[in-house]
Structures are given as structure tokens and as C-alpha cells.
């Protein structure tokens, strides 16, 4: 079982605002890294540090974090941003990276 | 170009070994991590470990400890995913990937992911 939970799935309308959360008690001491995900292809980093984006993620991709609960938020949703998207940061004991369990989101 | 390029489809039965490659280009691989993640078909990702090219420091994660072995050949600026004696729930796609240049928590790098099919 992951140590950090997702909720599996999130739909939102086309141009409106989604926020994708990850809880874990790790979450209090490190960072969370937010993977995006499309259907047959390798996952691509969209969030790293306190909220770094990679080159080429567009700024509507956020990330944000308080207490024991990360969100990533995608300020006006596009089609192409339909994808399964993981958070991923270290564990309990700081030694090992664990994934959450993903959440698929749906553009409506 | 940066790049991590993984060794092609295997279809393997069940007690037989296997490594699989992950080789870059485009970048000094001594200063980074390599690390691999499995994804079993419909299934999340699962972190399973990484190396440092520079000096082979493995790290596994518990659930993967004993069961695979990860390691590097920076001369050749390639790493490796192998196992001893594969069984039928190794099926998966696994992917590698190279740590960003602030350090071993994110990974901005992906190799196409190798598929591994064990059937009997």
C-alpha cells in the first residue's frame, strides 16, 4: 500500500480550475513531485521543489502544499491536459521515493 | 538531445534471469541518479530504486529489495534493471529515469520504458 494517497479520480470543464491532492505524513517534512502521465507514453515531470516547473509545462500547472496535503492545480484546464497524474516524494523514513496511487482526470 | 534509451520488449518464462538497459546520451551520467519505476498493465507507478553513476550507490525500495538488482556502467554511461529468477507477476512495463540536476527527489528524464512479459 502507497504511503501517500490520491483520490483516484477528478473531472473537470474544460477552462475551469482542478485541484488534484496527495496526503502523507511525509508530505509535512519533504517535497512533492507531481508526475503527469498520458495514455502509452512515459510519465513527464510537471511539478519539482517548492513549485518548480520544467521547462516546456506551461505556468497554469502549480503546485502548493500545506501541512500533510500537496495539491497541483491546473488553472484553466485544456483537452490536453486529460492524463493520470502521480505525486511522488520520499517516505516516512526519508530513505526511499514512494508514488501515490494516482488520479485519473477527466476534461469535461 | 538528452535522452535515456531502454533495450526492447522481452518475453521471458518463469525462473529465467533477466537484465534490461537503460543507456543516455547528451549528458555527463556521472553526476546523476538513475533510478526505475514499475508500472504493472492498468496499474499506478511504483518507485523501485536508484543508483548514482558516479560511484554505484544503490538504494531499493523495501518492497523491491531482494528481488531485483540495479546497478551502472558509466564507461558506457548505462544502467541496468536485472533479475535472477523472474516470475509471472514481473510482468510490467518498467521505465528508468535521470534525477534532476538538484538532486535525487525528481526525475526529468524518462527512458520509453521496456516491457517484460513472463509467461510459461
Redesign the interface.
Known sequence: SSELTQDPAVSVALGQTVRITCQGDSLRTYYTIWYQQKPGQAPVLVIYGKNNRPSGIPDRFSGSSSGNTASLTITGAQAEDEADYYCNSRDSDGDHRVFGGGTKLTVL | EVQLVQSGVEVKKPGESLKISCQGSGYRISNYWI?W?RQMPGK????MG?VYSANSDT????SFQGQVTISVDKSISTAYLQWSSLKASDTAMY?C?RS?L?GP????I????TMVIVSS
Open positions: 533510478g519505476v499506478g507507478l511504483e518507485w536508484m538504494r531499493y525500495s523495501p521505465y529515469a534532476h538538484t527527489d525528481a526525475f526529468d524518462w527512458g520509453q520504458g
